[in-house]
């Protein structure tokens, strides 16, 4: 129908049609094109997701995370005659780890954006059912849905709620989410091949997940969301989330020592302080507003502003929800998908040393400083310097034992 609309402009229906015109019709792959936007996939009516408005943009830092997604998902997408002519084939499955609000799930919508590809999203545990059977029938729609409205991502929330490890299961259980396990593994790398699939997962929970499914083949790549931002991550995060709204800060609301203030919190915690603030603005205008009519109101509100005093506010109610000791908690989890023995071998002698220089040695000034050092190196940076680290974890040793 795209090829005759193009071949019929200018010809009046009532008259006969020129043989010439008709011989030039061709259906094209430009028409083929044109109708695969305007036709939806009939499989994905059952559980198509509209494709998220998040993008790239709307992600405060997280660079190399993005660049890593870009290449696993985006690549084999729109340069797929590369991988064929080097004979290779893309990631299959992409995990996301990390503490929570660290911004797995954003990445996961930014890079479906991006992508534009369908996307079905699935939340872990909604695909466990009571009934024998049900749960594995739902995870082979789910795959059959998705191969044949390829390109698709399909996007596992939570996925450590649906693949915890097998062997656990108290005795007299079903055993539902063994059969489930069973199951991914076998659409992930049986003998049916997943083209044009990619499977990403999010999950704050690695510990959990069954072994098999961190081989390659299935989860090839296992990407860290660290936490907590550095400066210039949380100043991208700020210009995320006020970047739009600059009309409405005061003049005496300063970025850079909100900034400043907020070490150690994550993006979740500075999307909350942010809408505090914003909230605190709100209260003090209707409660000054209250007994106005609304033209009074309406005339006033362009004059709203977030003043210095309502951030200052906020800071009291919003914390960081993650202490030092819960990100070297969830680094050290991070360090045995991520490293190898090697690597890990370094790691662990490192934090075994900062435990010790922790004990007994809290009046020593040249032991603390070496410490500090120590646990700069080794936690918060995923571009280690494995040869530092290991020159600074001997220094520390030869202090105590000195």
């Known amino acids: 129908m795209h090829a005759l609309r193009k071949s019929m402009v200018g010809i009046r229906m009532d008259e006969e049609i020129p043989l010439a015109i008709l011989d030039t019709l ?16 009939s499989a994905m009516r059952e559980v198509l997701v509209e494709i998220p408005e998040v993008t790239w943009d709307d992600v405060g830092g997280l660079e190399d995370i993005k660049a890593e997604l870009t290449e696993a998902v985006e690549w084999p997408l729109k340069y797929p005659e590369v991988f064929e002519r080097l004979g ?18 954003m990445l996961a919508k930014a890079v479906a954006n991006e992508s534009e590809c369908n996307f079905i999203s699935i939340k872990g545990p909604e695909l466990l059912s009571k009934w024998v059977g049900e749960s594995e029938k739902g995870i082979r729609d789910i795959f059959r849905k998705a191969r044949q409205a390829a390109p698709s991502i399909i996007f596992f929330d939570e996925i450590d709620a649906l693949l915890p490890r097998r062997g656990g299961s108290y005795e007299g259980s079903s055993h539902v989410t063994e059969s489930v396990v069973s199951q991914i593994l076998t659409e992930l790398d049986g003998l049916e091949e997943l083209n044009n699939v990619t499977i990403l997962g999010a999950t704050n929970r690695p510990d959990m997940l069954d072994d098999a499914m961190m081989r390659p083949g299935r989860f090839d790549r296992a990407v860290y969301v660290p936490p907590p931002p550095d400066k210039d991550s949380r100043k991208k995060i700020f210009a995320v989330y006020m ?17 400043d203030a907020t070490e150690g919190y994550v993006g979740a915690d500075i999307e909350a302080l942010i809408r505090e603030a914003k909230l605190n603005a709100m209260r003090e205008f209707i409660t000054a507003m209250a007994k106005k009519n609304e033209t009074e ?15 200052e506010t906020a800071m009291k109610n919003v914390k960081a929800t993650l202490d030092q000791e819960a990100i ?26 900062l435990t010790r220089a922790g004990f007994g040695h809290q009046d020593n000034a040249a ?35 000195s």
């Open 243 to 259: 970047g739009r709204d600059e009309s409405v800060l005061a003049g005496d609301v300063n970025t850079g020592a909100l900034v």
């Open 328 to 353: 070297e908690k969830n680094e050290r989890l991070a360090w045995g998908i991520i490293y190898h023995e090697e690597e890990r071998s370094v790691l662990e002698k490192a934090g075994s040393t």
């Open 26 to 41: 061709r259906v094209t792959r430009d028409d083929f094109e044109a109708a695969l936007s305007n036709v939806e996939p």
């Open 297 to 311: 109101r309406s005339d006033a509100l362009a004059n709203v502003r977030v003043t210095k005093k309502h951030f």
């Open 88 to 105: 290779t084939r893309p990631p299959s499955g992409i995990l996301l780890f990390g503490p929570p609000g660290t911004g797995k799930t």
């Open 367 to 401: 032991v603390q400083e070496a410490r500090k050092k120590l646990r700069s190196a080794t936690f918060g940076k995923m571009k280690k310097n494995f040869s530092a680290i290991k020159e600074q974890t001997n220094a520390l040793e030869q202090l105590l034992e």
